[in-house]
Structure formats: C-alpha cells, structure tokens
C-alpha cells in the first residue's frame, strides 16, 4: 500500500492552544506523523512510503472559496517568524472583509479561537493537500486502497472556515476529485464532528457524508453533528450524523459503525474516502471514548466488506506513543500486513 506522507510539516509546531479561557499545550504535534510512519517502516514489504510532488494552487479552490485562500496567506505573510496569531476577535462578520487588515479578514473564516496561525499555517496545509491529491489520483488509475497522512489535518476545515487545527479540507479535497469518475462516500470516524467536510458536501447528491462522533452536546465542534442534520437542497438525505455520548466503547461504537457502513452501501458509491482519526482511543488526551487500538482492526474489516476502493486520509489522534500501534492494527484489519506480521 502507497503511504502518502510529507515532511514539509514536520518542523510546524505551533505551541499554544486556547480554549476555555486558558492555554494549553498544542495537540497537532510532529511526532503524531513520525508515530505512525516509524511502525509502518517496520514492515517495508505492505507500505511504500512516497513523498508526492506539489500540486497547483488553483486545485484547492475545488473545495475552498478564493477569498478564504487569498486571506489565509495575506495573514500568514504578515505574521513574524515566531509569532502565533490566535483569531480572538473573530465574529462572522461581513464588515470584518472590508477591512484593510488582513488579520481581521482571516478572524471572519475562523470557528474557533482556539488555534493559532504562524507564518507557515498556509504554505504547510496547502503543501500537504498533496498527500490527498496522491491518493485520489491512485485510486483514479485503479489502485484499491492507498492512505495518505497530511498534518495539520483537515476535517473541520469548510468551504470558507477553519478551526479544530484544520486549514484545508484534504479528505474533501480527495473526494471532490474522485466525484470526476462516481458517487463518492466519505465515512469519517475520527472522534469528533467534520463539520468542514459536511460544509462542503452539504447540497451536494454525488457525495455521501456519514459521520460517527462523540455528540456535539459534549465534545468539539459543538456546533454541528446532530442527526437532525442531513443534508440541504438536492442534498438532502446524504448526510448521515451518528453522534455517540462520553464513554463509548467498542460495544457500543459498533452497531453505530454497521449503520453508518448500510448507508453507505445503500449509495453505493464507486469509491469510498475514510477520515479516520485514533482519537477515539480510551487513551487519548482529547477524546472520551474507550476504544483500545485491537478495535481499529475489527473496524477496517468491517469497512473492508464493502468491497469498494478505499482512500484512508489521516485526521486526528493525539496519544502520540499509541498512533503507531493504532495504524498497524487498522492496516492489519484492511489485510496489508500479511497474516504473520499482523498485529491485531
Ligand atoms: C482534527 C481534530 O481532531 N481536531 C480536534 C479539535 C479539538 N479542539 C478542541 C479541543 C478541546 C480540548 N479539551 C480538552 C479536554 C481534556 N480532557
Ligand atoms: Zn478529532
């Protein structure tokens, strides 16, 4: 399996959150990538780790507004080299566009204030669009399965919105591309709502959103993921929210998973894109659920019997010591790690 990764994230470190009032320790840190990539190296005959080239600018507007983009790098531009510039004043107004200062314009896009932007937050989410772009191109040519690994992340990232340590949507992205050969289903099972993802595919009828999460009630984005939401316009009906409370183990996350997984089937799209996070791990700093990482294998085989060409696109997971195992029990799952290697 082709492992699409990039290195121009690994010296992107931005050092404080904030949230609730206080700042905490940054939770997107370089060795989430470099957990994951470490086990996968252990086993160089199932992955091929492949760095993809740069892809065009103008590719991103498939899933992102052009102002959203040009504000984004105006306020990057200006930032000093150590300076993490939090969007504290941001309120969707749209007084805030007219305004002459960039950081004002890029406060307007933002959900939260939760996360800074440094000098290189553009260039690196940009950059590592590439590893998504990869992927869908692979499946294009007939591969599979291939799973690419971009940090930041990108799930909460919508048309014109960023938060939760997301700038660019790279599973939206990937499956955008792939709406130009299907219908495109996107089951996103990181431990939080991809409010972004839904964003975009919204009104949209070739793209099927299914998301399992912890509820909005309690946990991040807060704003969306009820299972009242299902999509607006000739998209209504393909959106899919199955919101699950603190404390979800793999008895309870499973029959949530087989009813996510029969709408997927049921739209019956030509390929399928994972967004898949490890911070439903028991472990994990940020998440509340109680999976253990043996889980993620009976997950991918699950996801595995639909028989449908997969693109894994890495979102969230912040139990950095734990990625690595968590990776290879979900690839072993998908039938990449050949039955004597197989961790799960
Ligand atoms: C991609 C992704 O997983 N983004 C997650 C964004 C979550 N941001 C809010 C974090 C709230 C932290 N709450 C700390 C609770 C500690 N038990
Ligand atoms: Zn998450």
Redesign the pocket.
Known sequence: MKVYYSDVEQPYHPRRSF?CGRFTAYPDVPGRTRSILAALEGHPAAFQPERPAPVEPALLERVHGRGYLEALAAVCARLKPDEEFFPFHQQRLPLLLESPYPRLRAGYYAVDG?MPLLAQSYAVASAVAATAVAGAQALRAGTGLAYALPRP?G??AGRQSYG???LINHAALAAELLTDAGKVAILDV???HGNGTQDIFWERDDVLYASLHCRPEEA?PYIAGTAEEAGGGRGAGCNLNVPLGGGTDWAAYAPALETALEAVARFDPATVVVSL?F?TLATD??GTFALVPADFAEMARRIAALGKPLLIVQ??GYDVPALGACALSFFGGLGVLPPSEDTA
Do not use: L, N, Q
Request: glycine letters at 16%; one cysteine or more.
């Open positions: 949230f939760s992340p799930h909460h939760g340590y997301c990181d431990y939080h991040y996070g911070d700093p940020i979102e969230g």
